[in-house]
């Protein structure tokens, strides 16, 4: 079962056990709808991705943040 959403629509959450919203940043990704949103990753998991941002303008001030340490390889 998908975490439930933040109370903040603006964030997107990432956490490989399936706590967050997305088990991974690339999924996130794909799911901002509008510029300044941030991208939370939950866990202190270990993301190896590869990502591409396509639209430039509906990514402006994304923010990608790490609440537990977790090692971001992009």
Do not use: C, W
């Not at 603006?10 to 940043?25: E, K, P």
């Not at 991208?39 to 430039?56: M, N, P």
């Amino acid at each position: 079962m998908p975490a439930e959403a933040p109370k903040d629509p603006n964030i997107l959450t990432v956490a490989q056990d399936g706590s967050g919203q997305f088990r991974s940043i690339g999924a996130a990704l794909a799911k901002v709808t509008r510029p300044g949103m941030t991208i939370q990753v939950l866990d202190d998991a270990t993301y190896v991705e590869s990502i591409a941002i396509s639209d430039k303008a509906l990514h402006e001030r994304l923010t990608l943040e790490s609440t537990r340490s977790a090692t971001i390889a992009i």
